[in-house]
T-cell receptor, first 117, second 109 residues
Framework: DAMVIQNPRYQVTQFGKPVTLSCSQT?????MYWYQQKSSQAPKLLFH???????NEADTPDNFQSRRPNTSFCFLDIRSPGLGDAAMYLC????????????????FGPGTRLTVL | RKEVEQDPGPFNVPEGATVAFNCTYS??????FFWYRQDCRKEPKLLMS???SGNEDGRFTAQLNRASQYISLLIRDSKLSDSATYLC??????????FGAGTTVTVRA
């Protein structure tokens, strides 16, 4: 059974039209992450939540926002998508607890591929 | 300088061959190290963690050299199913992971 679920798997939007990507998890993990990955590039962390605490990366554009209404769900909102925002968006989760924090494994969802027209 | 650097390849090898590649990382205080595998247009999946003493998982062997700040992955007896992009991943602190851009391996029949 899928543990980290992302919807939709493919999203097409128009330039400047807001879009929301969804992630849910059945692992009851404390930490949820959003990454952006462009073709042939490394996944780039946008932000993460530890429980309800939001942690934004310094170089994440203001155009990207996130919400985590409860433990299971996390959303990525792109307020005004540009052509350069076309990418795969990956959601990941990890336990984030205990002594094993430094070896905390991240589990990735299948990703949402965003196309901007 | 990128936090994690990898030779993008591709490494084209015949079935049954051994292939090895490295990555280097810039943050000497990095805590943990991993290799992830990513198939085309799919999500990264954890292949193995990398321990200071080196470790094996079947046909895969990972080594860590903290003094030189590099990590290696060796694949023995390559299978067609090993064709993928291998991402070198370093945890500089707490929850963050720093990914390399990946090394592409293609195993041919």
């Amino acid at each position: 059974d899928a543990m980290v679920i992302q919807n939709p798997r493919y999203q097409v939007t128009q330039f400047g039209k807001p879009v929301t990507l969804s992630c849910s998890q059945t692992l009851n993990h404390n930490v949820m992450y959003w990454y952006q990955q462009k073709s042939s590039q490394a996944p780039k962390l946008l932000f993460h939540y530890y429980d309800k605490d939001f942690n934004n990366e310094a170089d994440t554009p203001d155009n990207f926002q996130s919400r985590r209404p409860n433990t299971s769900f996390c959303f990525l909102d792109i307020r005004s998508p540009g052509l350069g925002d076309a990418a795969m968006y990956l959601c990941a989760t990890s336990r984030g607890q205990g002594q094993g924090r430094s070896t905390d494994t991240q589990y990735f969802g299948p990703g949402t591929r965003l196309t901007v027209l | 300088r990128k936090e994690v650097e990898q030779d993008p390849g591709p490494f084209n090898v015949p079935e049954g061959a051994t292939v090895a590649f490295n990555c280097t990382y810039s943050n000497s205080a990095s805590q943990s190290f991993f290799w992830y595998r990513q198939d085309c247009r799919k999500e990264p999946k954890l292949l193995m963690s990398v321990y200071s003493s080196g470790n094996e998982d079947g046909r895969f062997t990972a080594q860590l050299n903290r003094a030189s700040q590099y990590i290696s992955l060796l694949i023995r007896d390559s299978k067609l199913s090993d064709s993928a992009t291998y991402l070198c991943v370093v945890r500089p602190n707490d929850y963050k992971l720093s990914f390399g851009a990946g090394t592409t391996v293609t195993v041919r029949a």
